[in-house]
């Protein structure tokens, strides 16, 4: 019975390693765009935060976040087995997770346990304003952008924003042996007290 606990300890020890040590996305610059967008070049979308990209769009949110954690999961040959999880955040958290003073309608999170989170926010003027109520019109439940060309003023449903949190190889391998070690010591311990409880 030992000797089959170990070996099955060995196993689940050794797929889990092989879990956290598989290559994945490095940087946002793994993502792609959505298709037709145009990427924002506000300074908060490009160089004051890292790993973050923005994208504005005629998309609403069940393609956006449909798309994302299809080629989030895409990314990782273990999605054949399970999907990324997937958190959804209240829009409120946006400041937090993406940037300061970032707008929000909604906020998704993908997460590969030990790997890395993956965060897509959206901001729709059309449901903000249905959800506070706010009298609207065209303009209103639009973004609106001037193209630095022509001048000429482009109107998009959504702006799609985008935060990648990267993990390094050996943090991902330390901390999951430390969680194994923790693991076996708190079951010797277990077992100790177990003993001694018996022997009492």
Request: glycine share 4%; charged share 20%; no cysteine.
């Amino acid at each position: 019975m030992i000797k089959r606990l170990k070996i099955i300890s060995w196993v689940l020890f050794i797929l889990g390693l092989f879990y956290v040590a598989l290559p994945g996305p490095s940087s946002i610059n793994d993502f792609p765009a959505l298709t037709p967008s145009v990427k924002s070049t506000l300074e908060g979308d490009t160089i004051q935060n890292p790993n973050i990209a923005a994208y504005y769009s005629d998309y609403r949110r069940d393609f956006i976040t449909w798309f994302y954690k299809n080629k989030f999961a895409g990314m990782h040959i273990f999605s054949l087995i399970f999907p990324p999880v997937t958190i959804n955040h209240p829009p409120e958290r946006a400041y937090q997770y993406i940037r300061d003073q970032q707008e929000s309608t909604f906020l998704e999170e993908y997460v590969y346990p030990l790997r890395y989170s993956f965060y897509v926010n959206g901001f729709e003027p059309f449901i903000e304003n249905k959800t506070y109520n706010r009298p609207s019109n065209f303009q209103g439940n639009h973004i609106i952008i001037r193209d630095k060309t022509s001048g000429e003023e482009k109107y998009y449903d959504s702006k799609t924003t985008l935060r990648f949190y990267p993990t390094g190889l050996f943090s991902r391998v330390l901390v999951y042996v430390l969680i194994w070690l923790s693991g076996i010591s708190l079951f010797r311990l277990y077992k100790e007290a177990f003993i001694s409880e018996r022997q009492i």
